[in-house]
């Protein structure tokens, strides 16, 4: 069946860098997304990958998808506190209906 | 831009009373979501419209239910609740045109069911 799955938590020191793993089921899937949530609020997307890219670079945002392994990577460079939030990974579902297969979400702490 | 709105922010409710959780968006976008979002079992999909006039059921649908009489809205009602629908909810939108298919979380309504 679909399964996303991650890490639950991940702590890092201010200023160094975060690496967020994932593993995804679904190798049709087009575009595979990582969300952001604050504390307190609802869930926004930070970066999408389509999938016939190996990397995409947003500013301190690195995305790393290898397809054979069904692996998505999300790197933050220069970790902040503003940084610490929950980070979903997420892949459409099958079908025509347009769901999104939420992973559980990796809590990013930031220590200064 | 507002985005999506959802009321109220946050209620505590009797067992065994009717409540609707309101949302609304004004993005005219197609699909509208509701989700469920529980310590250690991440976000869990309630219901789902792709266009107004149509809806589905989620993972976890019983003891809830929606209507989208229109592109804007989409009120979720909890019929008779229960406790364990004591949990955060979020109600998203998204255009479901080409390309990706980006869904937009409004804040949460915080729901305690005594």
């Known amino acids: 069946g679909e399964d996303v799955e991650q890490s639950l938590f991940l702590s890092v020191r201010e200023g160094d860098s975060s690496v967020i793993n994932c593993t995804y089921t679904?190798?049709?899937?087009?575009?595979l997304y990582w969300y952001k949530q604050e504390p307190g609020a609802g869930l926004q997307l930070l970066t999408y990958i389509f999938s016939n890219m190996d990397m995409k670079q947003d500013q301190r945002l690195t995305v790393l998808l290898n397809k054979k392994d069904k692996h998505l990577s999300l790197r933050i460079a220069d970790t902040q506190t503003g940084d610490s939030a929950i980070y979903f990974c997420?892949?459409?579902?099958?079908?025509?209906?347009?769901?999104?297969?939420w992973g559980l979400g990796t809590s990013l702490g930031v220590n200064p | 831009i507002a985005g999506i709105t959802q009321a109220p922010t946050s209620q505590i409710l009797a067992a065994g009373r009717r409540m609707t959780l309101r949302c609304t968006q004004d993005m005219r976008h197609n699909a509208m979501y509701w989700y469920r979002q529980d310590l250690g079992l991440g976000l869990r999909l309630i219901h789902y419209?792709?266009?107004?006039?149509?809806?589905g059921k989620g993972e976890v649908p019983d003891g809830y239910s929606v209507s989208r009489a229109n592109t804007d809205d989409f009120p979720l009602t909890l019929a008779s609740a229960v406790p364990s629908q004591t949990s955060v909810y979020f109600c998203?939108?998204?255009?479901?045109?080409?390309?990706?298919?980006?869904?937009?979380f409004g804040p949460g309504t915080r729901l305690t069911v005594l």
């Open positions: 419209s792709n266009t107004a006039g149509t809806t």
């Open positions: 998203a939108s998204s255009p479901l045109a080409g390309g990706p298919d980006t869904q937009y």
């Open positions: 679904d190798s049709s899937s087009t575009y």
């Open positions: 997420a892949q459409p579902g099958a079908g025509n209906n347009r769901k999104l297969i």
